[in-house]
């Protein structure tokens, strides 16, 4: 295929019923970072448009880009790099083996394993694990480390090839991977045919619902091509023989759930959550194409409202840095029109650093630079961390920096504001 095609069809129910309901600012890849002695190169940027599904509700990324493009090379995120997010996986292993007895020794399969963290509690707990993951200097970082990690597209062929090596899988997990995939259908298909028959599949996904309520608009990049609502989905695994027994709202990546499926008539009875989150989204609107077209002017009113407190602080000669590169901030930074108004970014994943923002060309440098470069204020990209990180570097604030949050309101936290507002709530967390 070319590098980026206009999807046709809905990925869940292959409906052609699709309404484009949200238009942002075209970027590269939000994992593209670039060397200084690539700056001067062109960066192809790709169309960031949703649509929705008025067959099934699903919403969409309209355009696919090659994953190979997105994936295999030059691929910066590795889940080690936020501890935030490694304690919910160790706590993730805990709470579904005991809440499903996973008997000690049985296989368990991670789709998107990346550096294979979520992979090492159960491996340390007992468990015969395997990791698939495309992203080539990932997996060897994970290989190295001791997890079993293929370089693998994970689909229906590739269930076929390795499941007799390895054996059936007693517990499929996939923590924020199947929103990237384009072809989601072959996906489950390599699940129904790689699960044991008494096994589950827990799939972990962004939250439509938080997303909107957040005008969290900067998760729509060119790896997030589904924007999961869990009114599309039983329909969808009952496509392939699979029943969903249960889904949980979660906090990681700013708000997702965890949705458990197993085989049709399988050994586990539904707990009642599904259906309790189907009414709340019916209720709320996550069924009508006109609640996106809202939601997507009201991207416009936050974005005004960021840009007049930036804009501000830059006429008065302030210094404004970014906190975190993460892959939603190329989405932001140049659908608000923010690239001129950051000096620096900083971020704590070595392989994003020294390097220069997609598309932006904004300096990367480690957390280091927020106490030697002092900047007057942290614009918090990685937002769905900010409680942790104005904990972690209270100093800054101690130091007279202030923080800026951009989403759902925009807003400047001081010093006295964090200790009023913040500072329990990351005692707690």
């Given at each position: 295929?070319?590098?980026?095609?206009?999807?046709?069809?809905?990925?869940?129910?292959?409906?052609t019923q699709l309404e484009?309901?949200?238009?942002?600012?075209?970027?590269?890849?939000?994992?593209?970072?670039?060397?200084?002695?690539?700056?001067?190169?062109?960066?192809?940027?790709y169309p960031l448009e949703?649509?929705?599904?008025?067959?099934?509700?699903?919403?969409?990324?309209?355009?696919?880009?090659?994953?190979?493009?997105?994936?295999?090379?030059?691929?910066?995120?590795?889940?080690?790099?936020?501890?935030?997010?490694?304690?919910?996986?160790?706590?993730?292993?805990?709470?579904?083996?005991?809440?499903?007895?996973?008997?000690?020794?049985?296989?368990?399969?991670?789709?998107?394993?990346?550096?294979?963290?979520?992979?090492?509690?159960?491996?340390?707990?007992?468990?015969?694990?395997?990791?698939?993951?495309?992203?080539?200097?990932?997996?060897?970082?994970?290989?190295?480390?001791?997890?079993?990690?293929?370089?693998?597209?994970?689909?229906?062929?590739?269930?076929?090839?390795?499941?007799?090596?390895?054996?059936?899988?007693?517990?499929?997990?996939?923590?924020?991977?199947?929103?990237?995939?384009?072809?989601?259908?072959?996906?489950?298909?390599?699940?129904?045919?790689?699960?044991?028959?008494?096994?589950?599949?827990?799939?972990?996904?962004?939250?439509?619902?938080?997303?909107?309520?957040?005008?969290?608009?900067?998760?729509?990049?060119?790896?997030?091509?589904?924007?999961?609502?869990?009114?599309?989905?039983?329909?969808?695994?009952?496509?392939?023989?699979?029943?969903?027994?249960?889904?949980?709202?979660?906090?990681?990546?700013?708000?997702?759930?965890?949705?458990?499926?197993?085989?049709?008539?399988?050994?586990?009875?539904?707990?009642?959550?599904?259906?309790?989150?189907?009414?709340?989204?019916?209720?709320?609107?996550?069924?009508?194409?006109?609640?996106?077209?809202?939601?997507?002017?009201?991207?416009?009113?936050?974005?005004?409202?960021?840009?007049?407190?930036?804009?501000?602080?830059?006429?008065?000669?302030?210094?404004?840095?970014?906190?975190?590169?993460?892959?939603?901030?190329?989405?932001?930074?140049?659908?608000?029109?923010?690239?001129?108004?950051?000096?620096?970014?900083?971020?704590?994943?070595?392989?994003?650093?020294?390097?220069?923002?997609?598309?932006?060309?904004?300096?990367?440098?480690?957390?280091?630079?927020?106490?030697?470069?002092?900047?007057?204020?942290?614009?918090?990209?990685?937002?769905?961390?900010?409680?942790?990180?104005?904990?972690?570097?209270?100093a800054y604030l101690e130091?007279?920096?202030?923080?800026?949050?951009?989403?759902?309101?925009?807003?400047?936290?001081?010093?006295?504001?964090?200790?009023?507002?913040?500072?329990?709530?990351?005692?707690?967390?």
């Open positions: 295929m070319s590098d980026c095609y206009k999807k046709q069809e809905c990925r869940l129910c292959t409906s484009t309901v949200v238009k942002l600012t075209p970027t590269p890849p939000g994992n593209h970072f670039v060397t200084a002695a690539q700056l001067d190169e062109e960066q192809k940027s949703l649509d929705f599904c008025h067959d099934c509700k699903h919403v969409q990324l309209a355009h696919a880009v090659d994953p190979k493009i997105l994936y295999q090379k030059n691929y910066t995120y590795v889940s080690a790099i936020s501890p935030v997010f490694v304690e919910h996986l160790q706590e993730y292993c805990h709470s579904i083996r005991q809440r499903y007895e996973l008997p000690k020794g049985s296989f368990v399969l991670d789709i998107g394993s990346n550096d294979g963290t979520a992979l090492s509690f159960f491996k340390e707990a007992g468990y015969k694990t395997l990791g698939i993951d495309p992203a080539t200097e990932v997996v060897e970082g994970a290989n190295q480390r001791g997890i079993e990690t293929l370089c693998e597209f994970f689909n229906l062929a590739m269930a076929k090839q390795y499941a007799p090596q390895y054996g059936r899988a007693q517990l499929i997990n996939s923590h924020n991977a199947c929103a990237h995939i384009d072809d989601l259908v072959s996906v489950i298909e390599g699940v129904k045919y790689w699960l044991a028959k008494d096994g589950l599949f827990v799939m972990e996904v962004g939250y439509l619902l938080d997303i909107y309520q957040n005008a969290w608009f900067d998760t729509i990049y060119h790896e997030h091509v589904d924007f999961h609502s869990v009114m599309p989905l039983p329909g969808f695994f009952k496509r392939f023989g699979l029943e969903v027994i249960a889904v949980e709202r979660i906090s990681p990546q700013g708000g997702s759930i965890r949705v458990i499926v197993q085989h049709d008539n399988g050994p586990h009875q539904p707990d009642g959550s599904l259906e309790e989150l189907l009414a709340f989204e019916h209720q709320i609107g996550l069924d009508k194409a006109e609640t996106f077209k809202q939601f997507a002017a009201h991207i416009q009113q936050v974005k005004q409202q960021l840009r007049e407190i930036i804009l501000a602080l830059k006429t008065q000669g302030k210094s404004i840095a970014g906190f975190g590169a993460p892959t939603k901030a190329t989405t932001l930074l140049a659908h608000f029109e923010l690239v001129d108004a950051l000096d620096f970014l900083v971020d704590e994943n070595p392989l994003k650093q020294n390097l220069f923002s997609p598309g932006t060309h904004i300096p990367v440098y480690s957390a280091d630079a927020i106490y030697e470069r002092k900047p007057d204020y942290l614009l918090i990209l990685a937002w769905n961390f900010a409680p942790n990180i104005m904990q972690r570097f209270n130091q007279g920096g202030q923080f800026v949050l951009p989403m759902p309101i925009p807003k400047i936290v001081t010093k006295d504001i964090y200790e009023q507002t913040y500072s329990s709530h990351c005692a707690t967390s």
